[in-house]
């Protein structure tokens, strides 16, 4: 399971982690696929494109894992 640092911000938006780690490679692209339903947050299906990740929550796709740390 990769780990995503916050760096001091209360959240992120789930588009842009899933740009940001690359595994879209596009916002564009991270948008569409978590429209479709392609992403979980926390075990849950996720179709919100500016859902707010915060500390604690999981994030999946495409069989990679990502765990929100705080710092």
């Known amino acids: 399971m990769e780990e995503f640092d916050l760096n001091g911000h209360e959240f992120v938006e789930l588009y842009k ?3 940001i780690e690359g ?7 991270a948008k569409a696929v978590i429209a479709a339903g392609q992403v979980l947050v926390n075990g849950e299906i996720e179709t919100q494109k500016r859902k707010k ?5 999981i994030i999946e ?3 990679e894992k990502i765990h929100i740390q705080p710092k």
């Open 17 to 19: 982690i899933l740009k």
């Open 23 to 29: 595994m879209a490679s596009s916002g564009g692209e």
């Open 61 to 63: 796709f495409r069989n």
């Open 53 to 57: 990740i915060v500390a604690g929550d």
